[in-house]
């Protein structure tokens, strides 16, 4: 009977099965690491996309609301104790009255105020406070201008990277830039954009914001009326 042969048993890899082991685990590695970079490039590229739109969409209603502005007539002879909503540029927005409402859909006639709101190191937030008007004339535009029936508000944008609020107009003596036309008949300012500051200006004709917000930048310019 001829002798039963032994079979070898062999543990582990061979050089050649571990290179190529690795070989693999590399390509897959790169493959991998390649897609991530490209989903997150894709993800920044939209989210950049989309904050560009935000700023459109954002401009293009102020706009639409600014065209459908209204002036509201007081029915007493001292507009400031009329009480009645109006136009007003301060160094923290805008606000106005206007037929196009954004919270209250079924208002005719509300006052919309764009304000910012500062944070510590330069950053801004947006916001839009919106209150139906419903009361005219004497005390009644009174209780109305102080204490509407109803307020809404929506955060805008959010720790815009700054928010620059500039009026148009004549300057004041606190524009240390203000430029003088001197003319023939004598010398008279000349109208243009200048921060807000303490001292209060004859007239504002317009303002202008300016936000930068996550590497966009938009610029909003109202004007109320033609400079004379």
């Not at 050089?15 to 690491?33: D, F, K, M, P, Q």
């Not at 401009?59 to 065209?67: C, E, I, K, N, V």
């Not at 007239?203 to 936000?211: E, I, K, Q, Y």
């Amino acid at each position: 009977m001829a002798p039963i042969a032994k079979r070898s048993t062999r543990f582990g890899f061979t050089l050649l099965e571990v290179v190529l082991a690795i070989a693999v685990l590399v390509a897959v590695a790169s493959l991998g690491s390649a897609l991530w970079t490209q989903a997150g490039d894709a993800s920044l590229g939209a989210q950049q996309r989309e904050r560009g739109l935000k700023l459109q969409r954002i401009g293009t209603f102020l706009r639409d609301q600014w065209s459908q502005r209204r002036v509201l007539d007081p029915l007493v002879d001292d507009e400031d104790e009329a009480g009645l909503p109006r136009i007003v540029f301060s160094e923290t927005g805008v606000t106005f009255p206007t037929a196009k409402a954004m919270l209250f859909g079924d208002a005719p006639l509300v006052e919309a105020r764009y304000e910012v709101r500062r944070r510590s190191g330069g950053r801004a937030d947006l916001w839009y406070i919106e209150s139906p008007i419903t009361r005219f004339g004497s005390d009644a535009a009174v209780e109305s201008r102080h204490g509407f029936e109803a307020e809404r508000r929506e955060v805008l944008l959010l720790a815009a990277g700054s928010f620059e609020v500039e009026r148009y107009g004549p300057p004041v003596a606190d524009d240390e830039d203000a430029e003088r036309d001197e003319t023939e008949g004598g010398a008279g300012p000349r109208p243009g954009w200048f921060a807000f500051t303490d001292a209060g200006a004859e007239r504002n004709d317009g303002v202008r914001l300016t936000v930068r917000y996550s590497g966009e930048e938009a610029v909003w310019v109202l004007v109320a009326r033609p400079s004379r």
